[in-house]
């Protein structure tokens, strides 16, 4: 059985361009979120993604937007990156409204560094 | 603002000793309470989980204790490993119909000497 699998692990992007991140869920959860985990520091989330909307946001800007497509994966886009946007950025899938033991399941993250 | 706090920042246990690591949180809306390990390269994986309504629920060689009036929970590691290092992670969540989001403490890095 898969966990979350994110794709890049790694990527190198240079100030004012864009990136896209991807995100398989576990099998059978229907719910994506994403975290922005910087160096040292716990993640924050970004947002939360559920029957192909964003259902909840975090503290982030515009130029931080998503999508779920119908098979529950996901994607995150940054646009026009800032230094300050390198992290390694996290997707937890879930199965919406059981929390219970499971919580999350996190994938291993991409590590973004913008240059 | 930092809506649950952690200490200590980092942590070195001898082999066979006790860890302890504790999480301090605010909003009393929050009703699950997890604690996540991260090794170096990987992503944060559940270890064990709290609900209010128990002050202590153990696995293993892991025990959460929950206070919920001095709003504060612990990880107690026993038997500490050297196949323990790593950086620990609180969190605390509510469960609304509409989603929810994970608060994470600043994360305790823990080392077991051999």
């Known amino acids: 059985d898969a966990g979350v699998t994110q794709s890049p692990t790694h990527l190198i992007k240079t100030r004012g361009q864009q990136v896209t991140l991807r995100c398989s869920p576990k099998?059978?959860?229907?719910?994506v979120s994403w975290y922005q985990q910087a160096l040292g520091q716990g993640p924050q989330f970004i947002f939360q993604?559920?029957?192909?909307?964003?259902?909840q946001r975090g503290n982030f800007p515009d130029r931080f937007s998503g999508h779920q497509f119908p098979n529950y994966s996901s994607e995150l886009n940054v646009n026009a990156l800032l230094l300050g946007d390198s992290a390694l950025y996290l997707c937890?899938?879930?199965?919406?409204?059981?929390?219970?033991?499971?919580?999350?399941?996190f994938g291993s993250g991409t590590r973004l560094t913008v240059v | 603002q930092q809506q649950v706090k952690q200490s200590p920042q980092s942590l070195i246990v001898q082999k066979g000793g006790i860890s302890i690591i504790n999480c301090a949180y605010e909003n009393t809306a929050f009703d699950y309470f997890p604690w996540y390990q991260q090794f170096p390269g990987k992503g944060p994986a559940l270890l064990i989980a709290?609900?209010?309504?128990?002050s202590e629920k153990k696995e293993g060689r892991f025990t959460i204790s929950f206070n919920k009036s001095a709003k504060q929970f612990s990880l107690h590691i026993m038997d500490s490993q050297p196949g323990d290092s790593a950086t620990y992670f609180c969190a605390a969540s509510w469960s609304p119909n509409t989603g929810n989001q994970f608060y994470f403490g600043t994360g305790t890095s823990l080392t077991v000497i051999p």
């Open positions: 993604y559920y029957e192909e909307e964003e259902r």
């Open positions: 099998s059978g959860h229907d719910t």
């Open positions: 937890a899938s879930s199965l919406d409204g059981v929390l219970s033991n499971y919580g999350y399941t």
């Open positions: 709290i609900r209010p309504d128990v």
